[in-house]
């Protein structure tokens, strides 16, 4: 399910970083007292009464061509506009409503998107004459609050989420496997995206997408349904240059977070970089299926060898990743691409694999039998059963009489096990401990 975005919106110093880190609970916005100071749009997951969502804190919008950085700000702040489903508009009870929050709100207006007005830097929240002008831009009703005291932060709140569709409208079609694709700019996605549609036997759906994500593309192949998410490159942020890449981070992790199955794109004539690993870290925490695919193979120098190099490489630079499917592919001369449809099928099956509690508990029975719980001193470590709580991705419980003391080597040790009697190809695997007592002590 994609999750509703909000976007924080205002001139500069009104406290729109300051109100985004107290809505995420950190400070992860430069907040100082000199206009302009944050140049660059933030994001961050949180949420409120139960629902889940992605803010984004912008910086102040200047309609003065001349200012300093004020164009390329501005372009972000429509952006996040254009990305958002709710804008927290954010204006100062100290100053009222200047020439260029007026400005704002002709931009906002036009944008048809639904206006939360937070009237910012109230001191003293019984006498409501701070905050009544705020009327007069004709964007709804201004909720006073105190971003620096968190006061009022809640009414605040309430009144974005009641914009936010019913969840099910985010839902997509429950028979399609959905893929994302993600890697560093130029490693081939968009050339992925047109070999994938360009083949034979592909029927495109000319049914608009789920979602208002333009990219989103539902197909089908061999009668198995997907919906193709062509995310644009995540770069690290001192990498990031142009305003629609910064744009287009916000896109990849919602694209990520929507994913059944996610492929990790490496470049073969470049090799794996820092930002790989990011990436690839990313997809891993986010407990997603994955398969890793190295494109441009076909201008790659090779002899006998070649292949067993680059795994090699691979398994080295991503060792988290010693579950994921490698595939060698060129997307320009469509070479190898019908194999990467064949094991995005399987490796999502993988991930939505149920284990019998009898089968599993004879499993890991007969694995601590062979390689027994390391002792803890006087009272001897247990293991008593473990079950399957969930799938997507495959997670499991152990009880235990002493969780603490199941080292995370040992962990490491069962899910070899779970692997290698269960498969689980291409998903990680969540284990947990959980505190079970027993008078058989």
Same mark, same amino acid.
């Given at each position: ?5 909000? =976007?924080?919106?205002?001139?500069? +110093? ?6 985004? +880190?107290?809505? $995420? ?17 933030? *994001? ?9 969502? /992605? ?5 102040? /919008? ?23 489903? $709710? %804008? ?11 020439? !260029? ?60 989420? =009641? ?5 099910? !409208?985010?839902? !997509?079609?429950?028979?399609? @496997? ?7 700019? +130029? ?22 997408? &789920? ?20 995310? =644009? ?16 981070? %916000? ?9 059944? $199955? ?10 794996? &970089? ?19 695919? @190295?494109?441009?193979?076909? @201008? ?26 490698? #595939?060698? %592919? ?7 691409? *019908? ?30 039998? #062979?390689?027994? #719980? ?42 070899? $096990? ?8 291409? &998903? ?14």
């Amino acid at each position: 399910m994609s999750k509703p975005v909000v =976007a924080i919106v205002g001139r500069p +110093n009104v406290g729109k970083s300051t109100l985004f +880190n107290r809505l $995420v609970g950190q400070r992860k916005a430069i907040v100082e007292d000199i206009p302009g100071i944050t140049r660059d749009r933030l *994001y961050d997951e949180t949420d409120w009464s139960g629902r889940d969502f /992605i803010i984004i804190d912008t910086g102040g /919008i200047r309609f003065d061509e001349g200012e300093l950085f004020s164009r390329e700000v501005k372009l972000q702040a429509e952006l996040a506009i254009e990305e958002a489903d $709710v %804008i927290i508009f954010v204006l100062d009870t100290r100053e009222g409503i200047t020439a !260029e929050d007026e400005q704002v709100a002709n931009m906002l207006r036009k944008s048809k998107k639904p206006i939360v007005l937070a009237a910012n830097k109230v001191e003293q929240f019984t006498e409501q004459a701070d905050h009544f002008e705020f009327y007069r831009l004709g964007l709804g009703e201004p909720i006073p609050v105190s971003a620096m005291h968190g006061m009022n932060t809640d009414e605040l709140l309430d009144a974005v989420i =009641a914009h936010f569709k019913d969840p099910r !409208e985010y839902e !997509e079609d429950p028979d399609a @496997v959905k893929i994302a694709i993600v890697g560093r700019p +130029n490693v081939g996605k968009s050339s992925l995206v047109n070999a994938f549609l360009g083949q034979e036997r592909v029927i495109v759906s000319d049914i608009p997408g &789920t979602t208002r994500d333009s990219i989103d593309t539902p197909f089908e192949y061999e009668g198995q349904k997907y919906i193709l998410i062509d995310t =644009a490159g995540i770069r690290r942020k001192a990498k990031i240059k142009e305003s629609i890449e910064k744009y287009s981070v %916000i896109r990849s992790l919602r694209s990520i977070d929507r994913a059944d $199955v996610v492929l990790i794109m490496l470049d073969a004539t470049t090799g794996i &970089t820092e930002q790989d690993k990011r990436i690839a870290g990313y997809v891993h925490e986010q407990g997603k299926a994955n398969i890793i695919v @190295v494109n441009k193979w076909d @201008v790659v120098e090779k002899d006998g060898h070649t292949m067993h190099q680059f795994d090699h490489a691979i398994r080295q630079e991503l060792m988290f990743l010693a579950y994921s499917p490698i #595939l060698y %592919i060129s997307a320009l001369t469509k070479k190898r691409i *019908y194999k990467v449809l064949e094991m995005v099928d399987f490796v999502n099956e993988q991930h939505y694999r149920r284990v019998p509690t009898s089968e599993l508990n004879k499993v890991i029975n007969e694995a601590m039998l #062979l390689n027994p #719980l390391p002792g803890g001193g006087k009272k001897r470590i247990k293991i008593y059963y473990s079950t399957q709580v969930r799938t997507a991705p495959p997670t499991f419980v152990f009880f235990s009489n002493e969780p603490e003391g199941v080292h995370f080597s040992y962990l490491r040790y069962l899910e070899n $096990v779970l692997r290698e009697n269960f498969g689980f190809e291409g &998903t990680p695997i969540h284990l947990l401990v959980r505190k079970r007592n027993s008078n058989a002590d």
